[in-house]
């Protein structure tokens, strides 16, 4: 199995004292992900957050889509706040423009100040439990709206007039708590069938999330999450899969079929790297100096052949990959995709070329088949 | 500038929406969803020097008699996304899309087109839709919370917040309206245009006004060159009560185009693609939307039916047989429609599907290159309005034979630019530039 290599982008990098940067140009994200998929990497994420200064993720990957060739691009997503059929079109939207490359990091909002940006909700009379229920139903809607047209609905049929077959569109009908939506997509199912759903996760509820919704959970070895250490790489994987166990794990990659498969999961690291530990030690107290870096993922400050070892332990540990987050975009994001990608494709962990065209190809995880198939 | 000062002419191209342009049976027209069909499409339009391109929107696939529409070209994008897609392939095309005001919020969809004013260099534009109806409203959050009296000012409000806030330039702001009770930060600093080009369609004393006062394009359908003069003077002598230029609002009508080598062979060519456009099944359908009622027994190579329309459930109850269509709405009074369209058949001793041609099917511009560059050349020098929307009916390269052929002339005669002026629409569109508003 290919040990995954992902990249965690957050403007200039993820240390606050990182150097500025051309963040509302174009050039500059489309040069990060270049840089990413130089470096073999699954896939690249990108930071969100509405009451976060910045552009809107899903349309910096949408930019990068047709420059870019292989690598997974998942913006972030914030359900809270969002329509899930929206969602679900911009997403299959970004999967027609890659032709399969696109996936979803979905995340929920207790921000009082995000709240207001729209003006909708009262945070105060929300639960985090409720947050989580809610960002699960948003995923189920998307899930069957990819699902609502048939890959096969298009027939083009000029005896008898008909564009479509109509019993291949499906209503998903779906009724929640917080919303109902009847469907179909307006959006022909997309080439993945269903794009990659991923989550960040460092407690239960968020490990049960996305044991009920995501292909791909991020978690944070030897981190801090809201309820304390998050525990070794090991401890993660231990708190995915009895998350999955609890549940039933039924949710991801479709309602029938392809959802028993167990998620994959990657594990996060801010990472400082130079040709000798000191050096990288010293940058990272240099910037501290200026802001603190607090993370909820542990932060890792050495060099190339230290960090491969390390993950190689995580590798060990069964870990499927790591979404690295480099400390300094312009320093760090180059060594990791010029340096540790060689010296962890030497030591047999990852892959040395790309060896599939779309983000499930890359993941090893096949086109599921459409659940509303065959229904009338 | 060494231009002349002969008015200049802007032109648009439409990616065609969900309907029967589109003739999807001809072997040339490819897929509608792919991105490869969109990024000809760009590149055919900036070859052409065209201002922008346009993406209409729909929420919700359309029915008639309950069941989902399924005789014309369906199924499409999210049109912020792919605008942004496009970005990536071209370089001074404006990308220009519908996205409707009561099914979004003003932080977000300010916060994309400010986006995609970013990731594009300044070439994102907003036409402003609006709708109630409970039956879009079952694919979204709040169902048709919305009563039918308050969707414009719904749209008016998005739009006046959606200004507000990019003119914060990613600062304060604290607003509360009639729709809205927002506060906060605004997460993007000012985009390269100030505010993405503002587009408004629509004929209404309502509607006119509100371009009037806060679009930068208004897309109309007066194809007839009288019934345009009067729409541009009376829309253009609105400006000045707003402290606006008349070059600040460009009328551009929507317009279809047929070429052939002689008049006759256009001509020809123009019954061939009307006779594909509409269909016999078509023909029914489109029928079914004045009747609203079931026609699957009427013969369309017969006469146009003798009986009236129902007249019940008419198109704002939301009861009407075709449900999410626009084009309905053009039948305000079917019982009269009808009695029309029996009159022309009886008349001409057309069939209903000739006369639903006739009345659905008729092409803007037929004639060789040269007769189509001089008369909308001819249009725009008249005021009958500031160039055209042209939608093309083969996916992705119906745009290229006027690019070709018709471009050229209407560049000879000086009225159409032979590279682009500027770098962003709003300098391309000849627009003032954006004025801000101070916050107090």
Known sequence: MTFHLAVALNDTGWHPAAPPGDVLEPDFWVSQIQEAERGLATLVTLEDGFARPGLDSVLIALRAGPVTSHIGLVPTVVATHTEPFHVSTQIATLDWVTSGRAGERIKVSADPA????????????????????????????????????????????????????????????????????????????????????????????????????????????????????TGDAATTLRGVRSAEAEIGRVGASGATGGGQQPTQVLGDLVVFLDDDATAASTRWTRLDGERTLRSDADVFAGTVEQLATKLEGWAAAGLDG?????????????????????????????????????LRGLLGLEKPADRYAGVQ | MTKPAKKQIHLAAHFPGVNNTTVWSDPASASHIEFESFRLFA???????????????????????????????????????????????????????????????????????????????????????????????????????????????????????????????????????????????????????????????GDSEEGREFAASSADAIFTRHGEKQAGIEF?????????????????????????????????????????????????????AFAEQVWNRDLSDVDPDGPVPSFDPVTENDVDSGQHFSRGRASVRQYRDPVATAQEWRELGEAKGWSLREVVIAKNGRHTFVGTPQRVADTIDDFVQSNASDGFVLVPHITPGGMDPFVDQVVPLLQEKGSFRTSYEGTTLRENLGLSPVRVLSQS
């Open chain 1, 322 to 358: 790591a979404r690295l987050r480099p400390a300094v975009a312009d320093h760090d994001l180059p060594r990791i995709a010029r340096d540790l990608a060689p010296e962890l494709a030497r030591r047999g962990l990852t892959r040395t070329a790309y060896e599939a065209d779309t």
């Open chain 1, 114 to 229: 995000e709240a207001a940006l729209f003006g909708r909700r009262d945070p105060a009379s929300e639960t985090r439990e409720g947050l989580f229920e809610e960002a699960a139903d948003h995923v189920e809607v998307q899930r069957r709206l990819w699902d609502s047209w048939e890959d096969d609905a298009e027939i083009r049929d000029a005896a008898t007039n008909r564009f479509v077959d109509r019993d291949k569109l499906h209503y998903i009908d779906f009724v929640g708590s917080h919303f109902a939506v009847r469907g179909p997509s307006i959006t022909p199912r997309p080439p993945q069938g269903q794009p990659i759903v991923t989550a960040l996760a460092h407690v239960d509820t968020a490990y049960r999330l996305a044991a009920r919704c995501a292909d791909l959970v991020f978690t944070t070895p030897d981190g801090v999450g809201r309820d304390g250490p």
């Open chain 2, 232 to 284: 541009y003077a009376d829309v253009k002598g609105r400006l000045a009560k707003f402290g606006r230029r008349e070059e600040d609002l460009k009328i551009l009508p929507a317009a279809t185009f047929v070429l052939g080598d002689t008049e006759d062979e256009a001509a020809e060519n123009a019954r061939q693609v009307q006779f594909q456009q509409i269909s016999p099944a078509t023909a029914i």
């Open chain 2, 43 to 201: 590149q055919s339009a900036e070859r052409g020097l065209f201002d922008f391109l346009f993406l209409a929107e729909g929420l919700r696939l359309r029915e008639q008699g309950g069941k989902i529409y399924d005789l014309d070209v369906m199924g499409r994008p999210d049109n912020v996304s792919i605008l942004q897609a496009m970005a990536a392939v071209t370089s001074h095309v404006g990308l220009a899309g519908t996205v409707n005001s009561t099914f979004n919020e003003p932080l977000d969809v300010a916060r994309k087109l400010a986006s995609l004013d970013y990731l594009s260099g300044g070439r994102a534009a907003w036409n402003v839709v609006t709708s109630w109806d409970e039956f879009t409203g079952e694919n979204f959050r709040r169902g048709g919370y919305l009563p039918k009296e308050k969707r414009y000012l719904r749209a008016k409000e998005m739009l006046d917040v959606a200004k507000q806030l990019w003119d914060t330039d990613g600062g304060e702001f604290d607003i509360h309206t009639d729709q809205f009770d927002i506060t906060g930060r605004f997460p993007v600093p000012r985009s390269p245009q100030g505010h993405p080009v503002i587009i408004q369609a």
